[in-house]
């Protein structure tokens, strides 16, 4: 266990716990009652009895856990009280529907990012920094050398390699995770280029989406295209990463590709992904951004969690805060879908 043994919020095995209201915030086991922050399998896990969640998350959280969970949603600040402890989920920034969670009990609050960024992307809730004593933040690219360009010129980028190909009769594909980075590249790229095809998990959450009332650009599942493929030699195919070396690949030939992920902006990164390019577009907040929202909490104390802890944790303590590493090995590394 992390932390101090009277602390509102505890690491454990079983995930961050609350003690007084006996709730779990993304808990890693199956638990009674789980408060999740956002969609992606590191913070929801099938499998509990009862998950509660931002409203917006609703959609993609039955998509990934199944329709039948059983799920309760409150609106972005909306308060709810659990054996005297109030609970509010705060816009992360992170993906649709993400949420830090705030938590206050006799005046004291805390407060779990889960996983954020700064930057308005456009289709998700943008972030909003929460005032607490206690802030729990992640740490995912928490090294100086992760600084991201403004999403704007990523966006060209990917447009102008995206043209360039299409110019040429060259089918693009990029590799980008189904719930977060699709939608996000949907929402910024230039429609007009050419058609825009989604690999069937993306397609999923996309229709799901849709019918939701989100707004997203009309892409044509791959299943449902048929005949002839001779549009693919200008369109724009977006698969998640497990597909993007599947044998029906070669059926788009001649084709390049490229991968959206805050890993691209490292050079060893990129030459270790066997993609054509790397666009380096991230979910997660860049070494500026961490240390905007910390100080932007007016926390004294923080928890820095996965990612490069132990190096962000002594960065804060050198910057006079009452900073720690979670001891616990509380998310998979290497098993997200939203870098």
Request: hydrophobic letters at 35%.
């Amino acid at each position: 266990m992390s932390g101090r043994k009277n602390d509102l919020l505890q690491f454990t095995d079983y995930g961050i716990y609350c003690p007084q209201a006996d709730v779990f915030l993304d808990p890693r086991k199956k638990v009674n009652a789980a408060l999740i922050t956002h969609a992606h399998s590191d913070h929801a896990r099938l499998g509990c009895n009862n998950y509660l969640a931002c409203k917006e998350s609703e959609v993609p959280l039955r998509l990934r856990l199944g329709q039948g969970i059983n799920l309760s949603t409150l609106d972005y600040q909306e308060e709810l009280m659990i054996n005297g402890v109030k609970f509010s989920f705060h816009p992360a920034g992170h993906i649709i529907g993400s949420a830090q969670i705030r938590v206050e009990y006799k005046g004291e609050v805390w407060v779990y990012s889960g996983d954020y960024k700064l930057e308005n992307d456009g289709f998700s809730t943008p972030f909003e920094p929460v005032k607490c004593h206690t802030f729990i933040t992640e740490s995912t690219f928490g090294l100086p050398v992760y600084r991201w360009k403004p999403q704007l010129e990523v966006i060209d980028e990917i447009n102008s390699w995206w043209r360039s190909n299409a110019e040429q009769g060259i089918c693009s594909v990029i590799v980008a995770y189904s719930l977060g980075k699709a939608q996000r590249i949907l929402s910024n790229i230039d429609c007009s280029i050419g058609d825009i095809y989604a690999h069937s998990a993306i397609q999923t959450m996309n229709e799901g989406l849709v019918k939701a009332g989100f707004d997203l650009p009309l892409t044509v599942g791959l299943k449902d295209k048929s005949g002839d493929l001779s549009s693919f030699q200008s369109g724009l195919v977006i698969v998640p990463p497990a597909a993007s070396t599947a044998a029906w690949m070669k059926k788009l030939e001649p084709y390049s590709t490229a991968m959206a992920s805050g890993w691209m902006s490292i050079r060893g990164s990129r030459r270790r992904m066997t993609t054509d390019r790397g666009f380096a577009l991230s979910d997660h907040a860049d070494w500026s951004s961490l240390n905007k929202a910390v100080q932007e909490t007016e926390a004294s104390r923080i928890i820095v969690t996965h990612g490069y802890k132990t190096a962000f944790a002594q960065w804060l303590r050198e910057k006079g805060y009452e900073a720690e590493a979670s001891t616990s090995d509380y998310f998979l590394s290497g098993e997200t879908d939203d870098q």
